[in-house]
């Protein structure tokens, strides 16, 4: 309405709608009334929908008057069962996101059918086993997840299955586009694991941050060296080469449940979950490099000076290579661009996958892994300063559903190649005091330099807690190492191999659902929230 040709003053202003597109800009104002974009979980979407006490009903839609109140007693009975049957169902928002996703593979399977021909035909095909792999692998981790148990655990076990019934074997052709698929996972999952970092909380601790990023794993891998060369026999080089595996935090495990955590407030004001989430992308980055450094020397026919300088030069290579990586992203693309999103998400993925593969092809094996998180954290810094807040960075959601259809490949090719009627009782038991014994020591280390710190006492107990998962990096370097003496017809070489995947396979299948389970119940009651939407900030 129009006053003498000018806009009444008095008209109320409208609230104001935040969209990162301008795609977005006509469907907020509709919906920002019933859904809160910002939700990015299922259950806090569908509880957005439901209309409370006194506001209006959704459009289109009836206000449903099922229930217990007012009903007889058979109503009463199905309802309770309903409600019970319910929380085992997906949710409308997960069944069309799965079906989706399962659209989406089968006509990437029909793609791949047409080109390539028989080898992704079934039944036998190698490329059709590995998409048969990866869809029962991606079964068992929902149904592992409807156990209130983490995913990658039903994704390692459902391998196992296939593998136990021959359904699945992992040799052939095809085992150079694996190694490719794990190195790409672990782009994936470092990338989503930097751009959640917090740049102000990063500032505030840094020193702690140093610290932390390398003493427990130093300690733990150094425990772990020692246990495995006196228990299996293990010469010193494959001790040290599975310690530096075995101490990595993994960021499967660790970057869901925290950002989970930081999404109710929990430790946003001490900064804990940017503490963990710091840390647990130095030290894969570090046992990466040192997993690079010592096979090089064992493996290696070129020169022994060039092998011990690959350490130093991998950390300037790899910071060097992801500061100019992030430094650029702030410019490419425009922040107004209306395409900015998918035109920065190829960029890093792209770019991530260039410096991994490209130092791998260097010997410079670390440096990748290190560049792509140096990355990730100069690039969710622009972001931030560019008005995207950690915890809305759309890119880093993105690289979060890209990990859903690669975490299932990963895990479930672990899982294949354990032989679990090969698995002798007693290397197993070796294994696992191999992996909760260095764990204890680790913990105690961790809460001895945590001392000086401004975290309180339950803040320190849970950051111990949190490093003690196990998965990703042991499930890239487990087999990595397997492939390394495949073609070997040195026993000693093979079975120091063998050993080294059993230790990672253990690790995971007993510290991925411990880990996962304990950040989950001690989080909330160990972190202080945070009270109001300034100190989530």
Same mark, same amino acid.
């Given at each position: 309405?129009?006053?003498?040709?000018?806009?009444?003053?008095?008209?109320?202003?409208?609230?104001?709608?935040?969209?990162? *597109?301008?795609?977005?800009?006509?469907?907020?104002?509709?919906?920002?009334?019933?859904?809160?974009?910002?939700?990015?979980?299922?259950?806090?979407?569908?509880?957005?929908?439901?209309?409370?006490?006194?506001?209006?009903?959704?459009?289109?839609?009836?206000?449903?008057?099922?229930?217990?109140?007012?009903?007889?007693?058979?109503?009463?009975?199905?309802?309770?069962?309903?409600?019970?049957?319910?929380?085992?169902?997906?949710?409308?928002?997960?069944?069309?996101?799965?079906?989706?996703?399962?659209?989406?593979?089968?006509?990437?399977?029909?793609?791949?059918?047409?080109?390539?021909?028989?080898?992704?035909?079934?039944?036998?095909?190698?490329?059709?086993?590995?998409?048969?792999?990866?869809?029962?692998?991606?079964?068992?981790?929902?149904?592992?997840?409807?156990?209130?148990?983490?995913?990658?655990?039903?994704?390692?076990?459902?391998?196992?299955?296939?593998?136990?019934?021959?359904?699945?074997?992992?040799?052939?052709?095809?085992?150079?586009?694996?190694?490719?698929?794990?190195?790409?996972?672990?782009?994936?999952?470092?990338?989503?694991?930097?751009?959640?970092?917090?740049?102000?909380?990063?500032? #505030?601790? #840094?020193?702690?941050?140093?610290?932390?990023?390398?003493?427990?794993?130093?300690?733990?891998?150094?425990?772990?060296?020692?246990?495995?060369?006196?228990?299996?026999?293990?010469?010193?080089?494959?001790?040290?080469?599975?310690?530096?595996?075995?101490?990595?935090?993994?960021?499967?495990?660790?970057?869901?449940?925290?950002?989970?955590?930081?999404? #109710?407030?929990?430790?946003?004001?001490?900064?804990?979950?940017?503490?963990?989430?710091?840390?647990?992308?130095?030290?894969?980055?570090?046992?990466?490099?040192?997993?690079?450094?010592?096979?090089?020397?064992?493996?290696?026919?070129?020169?022994?000076?060039?092998?011990?300088?690959?350490?130093?030069?991998?950390?300037?290579?790899?910071?060097?290579?992801?500061?100019?990586?992030?430094?650029?992203?702030?410019?490419?693309?425009?922040?107004?661009?209306?395409?900015?999103?998918?035109?920065?998400?190829?960029?890093?993925?792209?770019?991530?996958?260039?410096?991994?593969?490209?130092?791998?092809?260097?010997?410079?094996?670390?440096?990748?892994?290190?560049?792509?998180?140096?990355?990730?954290?100069?690039?969710?810094?622009?972001?931030?300063?560019?008005?995207?807040?950690?915890?809305?960075?759309?890119?880093?959601? *993105?690289?979060?559903?890209?990990?859903?259809?690669?975490?299932?490949?990963?895990?479930?090719?672990?899982?294949?190649?354990?032989?679990?009627?090969?698995?002798?009782?007693?290397?197993?038991?070796?294994?696992?005091?191999?992996?909760?014994?260095?764990?204890?020591?680790?913990?105690?280390?961790?809460?001895?330099?945590?001392?000086?710190?401004?975290?309180?006492?339950?803040?320190?107990?849970?950051?111990?807690?949190?490093?003690?998962?196990?998965?990703?990096?042991?499930?890239?370097?487990?087999?990595?190492?397997?492939?390394?003496?495949?073609?070997?017809?040195? #026993?000693?070489?093979?079975?120091?191999?063998?050993?080294?995947?059993?230790?990672?396979?253990?690790?995971?299948?007993?510290?991925?659902?411990?880990?996962?389970?304990?950040?989950? *119940? *001690?989080?909330?009651?160990?972190?202080?929230?945070?009270?109001?939407?300034?100190?989530?900030?």
């Amino acid at each position: 309405m129009t006053v003498g040709g000018e806009q009444s003053e008095n008209r109320p202003s409208l609230p104001r709608v935040v969209s990162f *597109t301008k795609m977005e800009n006509d469907l907020q104002n509709f919906s920002n009334a019933y859904v809160n974009p910002a939700f990015t979980d299922d259950e806090k979407y569908e509880e957005a929908k439901v209309p409370t006490a006194g506001s209006p009903a959704l459009p289109n839609e009836s206000v449903p008057t099922f229930g217990p109140s007012g009903s007889s007693s058979c109503s009463i009975c199905c309802y309770k069962f309903w409600s019970k049957i319910k929380t085992f169902l997906p949710t409308r928002l997960r069944a069309t996101r799965l079906t989706a996703l399962w659209l989406l593979g089968f006509a990437s399977w029909g793609t791949v059918l047409l080109l390539v021909g028989e080898d992704a035909a079934p039944p036998n095909g190698k490329l059709w086993l590995l998409i048969l792999l990866s869809v029962v692998a991606k079964a068992g981790g929902w149904l592992a997840i409807q156990c209130r148990l983490p995913g990658l655990l039903g994704m390692l076990l459902a391998g196992m299955a296939l593998q136990s019934a021959g359904v699945v074997s992992i040799e052939g052709p095809y085992l150079g586009l694996i190694r490719v698929i794990r190195k790409a996972s672990l782009v994936i999952i470092m990338m989503r694991a930097g751009l959640d970092l917090d740049p102000n909380s990063v500032r #505030k601790l #840094k020193f702690t941050i140093l610290r932390l990023g390398w003493m427990p794993w130093a300690i733990e891998m150094c425990c772990v060296a020692a246990m495995t060369k006196y228990l299996f026999d293990l010469t010193w080089s494959w001790a040290f080469i599975l310690g530096a595996v075995e101490a990595a935090v993994s960021p499967a495990v660790v970057v869901p449940n925290l950002i989970l955590l930081r999404e #109710k407030g929990f430790g946003v004001v001490q900064g804990v979950p940017t503490l963990v989430l710091a840390v647990t992308g130095i030290e894969d980055a570090i046992s990466i490099a040192t997993y690079g450094v010592i096979s090089s020397i064992m493996f290696s026919t070129g020169s022994l000076v060039f092998s011990i300088l690959q350490g130093p030069l991998s950390v300037l290579a790899g910071i060097a290579t992801g500061v100019v990586i992030g430094y650029l992203s702030k410019f490419v693309p425009d922040k107004n661009d209306p395409y900015v999103i998918s035109i920065r998400v190829f960029l890093l993925l792209l770019g991530g996958l260039v410096a991994v593969l490209g130092f791998d092809r260097l010997s410079l094996s670390g440096a990748g892994p290190l560049a792509v998180i140096v990355a990730a954290f100069g690039a969710g810094t622009a972001f931030a300063n560019q008005g995207w807040p950690v915890g809305q960075n759309q890119v880093a959601l *993105t690289f979060g559903v890209l990990w859903q259809f690669f975490e299932p490949v990963v895990f479930g090719l672990v899982g294949a190649q354990i032989k679990v009627a090969e698995l002798p009782a007693n290397t197993v038991g070796l294994a696992t005091a191999c992996v909760f014994g260095p764990a204890l020591v680790r913990f105690i280390v961790t809460m001895v330099l945590l001392s000086g710190s401004s975290l309180n006492l339950k803040e320190k107990f849970f950051v111990s807690l949190a490093w003690m998962a196990k998965a990703t990096v042991q499930a890239v370097l487990g087999p990595a190492a397997l492939d390394l003496v495949r073609n070997s017809e040195d #026993k000693e070489l093979v079975e120091s191999a063998n050993i080294m995947f059993i230790v990672c396979v253990i690790s995971i299948l007993l510290t991925a659902p411990i880990g996962a389970i304990l950040i989950a *119940t *001690t989080g909330p009651r160990l972190l202080r929230k945070a009270t109001n939407a300034a100190e989530r900030r």
